[in-house]
Structure formats: structure tokens, C-alpha cells
């Protein structure tokens, strides 16, 4: 068995990034950027008014004579004498002439002449050309995650197309001859399946957007030609069951019979040591335990950053440190995930931890964890966490 760690860094070093395409900015929320986004303008393109106000050029007195009207959008070229002003509005753009706006708050205003009634000192309310971005500087870095904000900074940039990295397309494979489906009357021996939708809203969390599940029995037979199938079609892998060491447990037999290249087989972990990670020239695989919470806990250390490494995000790894409310004894050897709560700088540890449980994650926003050389940890300890995806 290998390390958290090591597993870790197995996934870092075998998960590539996926092809990349040009697609309209508008399409590309939960994509990744291919390359650096380089500005063509400075942002604001002009001198442009920070309020509501008047654009004045300032001599000694307090009064200036209003000789025009600025809305956003508008060209005109006003010249400002001494002692002039202009009513301007947010986002106009400010005359080379003027030296500050006033706000609208700070003036009194008597047919065509203002006073302003507050001492100006400090800013002049005018944004320069380029205060928010110069012209031929990076906008966003290859490798970030397009989400509402960047799109839309990108958008007052007038990028209309962006190369981003394709997203992978997904099939989980979900085993076993107990599971039946919900919503049906439950037979005798048989469990209903929850790993599969699970997984799903998991993944579409992740932003996968291609994605199919396939049932298939215990049989090597069928399950050999269900993998092969799936791994000329998907770019990821992700069988659910079958990953252990029963008679019946037949994915690790069938990745290797389709020439999976396995770089580790269970972690020294609780929950969910019986893991699978291997890869062939075109796809990633996973085999997950069948009990649920570890299920869930395995797609969260160690699938998600895969997908996202494959999707070409810069920054994977989600762990932080919090105090722990409670202490804590580990004197099983392993490495512990344990479902938890963060709240501000301190994390408080669920009392019910089956693997096969997944009450504990329904309020749970954190994994906290434990290194297997660490016996004990007192309250009031740092302890590291993963934020997990819900």
C-alpha cells in the first residue's frame, strides 16, 4: 500500500491535460484558459468619471459656471476654462482640461452656476486610462478557471473568443448484481444504488458537461467488454464496486486485461483504502469502493483533482489548515479522512465515521486530515482539511 502523499503525487505526475479548442467567450463558463489573455486596450480606455458629479477645471473661487452636460457614452471634446464646469455622469468620459470632479452630494446648483459647499482634498475622482489594466498587459494567466467574473472582465476587454482546454468526457461504471435502482419496490437481498447519482451531481458540480453511467453486472466476461468499450469512448474511467478482493470483485482484472497501465492499488487510508488509479494513451481510470461515504471521500482527494488537472487548472490542491474543537486519537496506522465542519479558523469532527454512512457528509463541508504517523492531536491543534465539493 502506498501513502495519501504518494498516491497524490502519482495522480500529479500521470493526468494531462486534454486538447485545447477556441470557443465563444460567452460558452466558455467552467472552461479553463489554453493560453495568457493579453489586453488590446487600457481599461478604462479614457479619463473616466468615478460618479455622478461635475468635471471642473479649478481656480480660487468655489463657483463655476456650468457650460455643458457629459452622459457615458458621449464623444464630445469639451474644453474647460479656469473657473468652468461640466455636468458629468458615471462612467463618461472627463475632459483633458478638467482637474476633478465634484460629487453631486458636495454642490448647490442656481440656473448655470454650482457651489461647492466641501473643501476638494484628496482624490479627484477621475480614473485614468489604464488604472484597471494597461494595454498588452496579462489579463488571466492560462490555467484559469473561466467563472462569471473573469468572463465578464474579459468581456469589457472586447475578447469575444478564447482558447480554452476541452473538457473531458466521463463514464462511470457502476457493478454489482445487489443494486437496484430507486423509486422501484426493493427485492429481497438486494440494496438500492446511490453511488451512481452521486457520482453524477458530483461531477457536473466539477463542471463536467458529457457524461454516462452504465450498469453492468458480475461477470468477468461482460465486465471485460464494458471496459473496453468505455475506454476507446471517454476520456475518464470511474468504475464504483468492484474494486476489492471478493470472488466477485472483477474491475481490477478487467482494467489490466485492456492494458491499463496500473500506478497504485489501495492507500493507507480509512476510509476507502481499496482505490485504483491507472491510465492508458487515452484515458484515466479509477476504481472506487462501493460503500458510499468512501466513495465519496475517494472522488474528493483524489478524482477531483485529476479531473481538474486534466482540464488544465493551475491550482488542484484544496487543503487548509483550521484549530480542531476536540481531541482526537489515531491508533489504526493510517491516514484518517474524517467528515467534518469548518466554521471561520476551526473545524469540529462528525461523531459517526462509517464508511458505509453518509449522513455525517449531509451537513459536512471538510475532510479533516490525519497522517498515519500521528497518534494524537490535542484540542486546539492545526490540522489540515480538504474543502469538498458538495
Known sequence: MITVKE??????????????RHMPLRDAIGFTLAEDIFSKIDLPPFRQSAMDGYAIREHE???????????????ADIHLKRGEAVR???????????????????VSKSNKIITYQKAAFGKTN????????????????QGTLLNTAAIAFLSGLGIGEVA???????AILVTGNELQIPGTQLAAGKIFDSNSIMLQLLLKKAGIQELETIFVGDTKKETVAIVKQLLNDYDFLIASGGISVGEYDLMRDAFKVNGVNEHFYKINQRPGKPIYFGTTNKATVFGLPGNP????????AYVLPALQLAMGQ???????????????????GKCLFLRATVSGNTVKVASNQSSSMLQSLIAANALV????????????????????LQ
Open 88 to 106: 458629468i455622469f458615471t462612467g463618461a468620459k472627463v475632459p483633458e482640461t478638467a482637474t476633478r470632479i465634484l460629487m453631486q452630494e458636495h
Open 61 to 75: 473661487s468655489f463657483t463655476y459656471k456650468v457650460i455643458g452636460e457629459l452622459q457615458a457614452g458621449d464623444s
Open 126 to 141: 477621475v480614473k485614468d486610462p489604464g488604472e484597471q489594466i494597461k494595454k498588452g498587459a496579462v489579463a488571466l494567466p
Open 293 to 300: 461515504a468512501a466513495c465519496f471521500i475517494n472522488f474528493q
Open 164 to 170: 480554452v482546454y476541452k473538457m473531458p468526457k466521463v
Open 7 to 20: 498516491a497524490l503525487a502519482f495522480i500529479k505526475n500521470n493526468c494531462t491535460r486534454l486538447e485545447n
Open 314 to 332: 493551475r491550482e488542484v490542491s484544496r487543503f487548509k489548515k483550521a484549530q480542531i474543537l476536540e481531541s482526537l486519537a489515531n491508533n489504526t
Open 369 to 388: 486530515y490525519i497522517p498515519s504517523e500521528t497518534n494524537v492531536i490535542e484540542k486546539g491543534t492545526e490540522v489540515y482539511y480538504l474543502d469538498i
